[in-house]
């Protein structure tokens, strides 16, 4: 297999979270939650929220760092909801820092973050129903890879048209990471997707790592480089699937 961390090698930093009662990111993450902003000081191109209590996802994203964003702070403090992604971007090259680029991004009630990169870049574009194509904004591989899960969702509902999108990608495309997070108002679902060999150089064996935190106040997941003692580790190739109204979790394989 081609090394495409050796052509894309910068990436991302992905955390979810469904709570059983409304609360802020911050306070649900707990007090290791500044280790996870610190990451943003390297994973600095953007960051993004998208929370989403009702049929309408609720979406602030800006080409900053979090980590020095007076508007992040307070948005990651005062904002509660019962379900949110969290995405830190680190630009693939010849894809433009900007907020149309910056994930998460949304559609009605379901909005999508992802660590990685496919190749070529436009693979999946072909694939992209002609009515979801036009809500195309931006320039890189992680809208189109929203778009073509969208498009299986609408055909098949929203779990089984993820896990479609996904194994369909996992069996016919070239990619580092499909690594992902989908939040719609009814499940939260976790993808752990990647090729190890393909991490980009500079990063820790463990960079493509996702980790879960179940408990009685709901259910938190988040990639590495922060303290999550604790946590379960997501094998590669499964997927966390959480049903919010009872916040039950199914690990399965992909």
Not at 35 to 40: A, C, G, M, R, T
């Amino acid at each position: 297999m081609f090394r495409l961390a050796d052509r894309l090698t910068n990436m991302c930093r992905l955390l979810g979270y469904v709570a059983k009662a409304p609360t802020s990111i911050e306070r649900f993450a707990g007090p290791t939650f500044n280790e996870f902003i610190k990451l943003s000081e390297v994973h600095k191109d953007s960051w993004g929220l998208c929370l989403v209590d009702s049929k309408q996802a609720d979406l602030k994203k800006s080409a900053e760092t979090a980590a020095t964003s007076a508007n992040f702070a307070a948005i990651a403090k005062e904002a509660n909801s019962s379900g949110g992604l969290l995405h830190f971007r680190w630009a693939s090259p010849g894809i433009e820092v900007n907020d149309v680029n910056a994930h998460p991004f949304s559609y009605e009630d379901i909005c999508f973050i992802h660590n990685g990169a496919l190749s070529p870049y436009d693979a999946l574009l072909p694939e992209i129903a002609d009515d979801l194509i036009s809500l195309r904004k931006g320039s890189g591989d992680s809208e189109l890879f929203f778009l073509f899960a969208l498009t299986k969702i609408k055909g098949q509902g929203f779990v089984p048209g993820v896990l479609d999108a996904i194994r369909t990608v996992k069996g016919n495309y070239d990619y580092s990471s499909i690594n992902s997070m989908f939040l719609d108002s009814s499940h939260l679902i976790v993808i752990s997707e990647h090729h190890p060999d393909n991490r980009p150089s500079w990063t820790e064996p463990n960079y493509y790592e996702v980790r879960y935190r179940l408990d009685d106040s709901g259910c938190l997941v988040a990639s590495s480089g922060w303290s999550q003692s604790g946590w379960k580790l997501m094998p590669n190739h499964s997927a966390l699937i959480v049903d919010r109204a009872t916040m039950k979790a199914e690990l399965i394989n992909l």
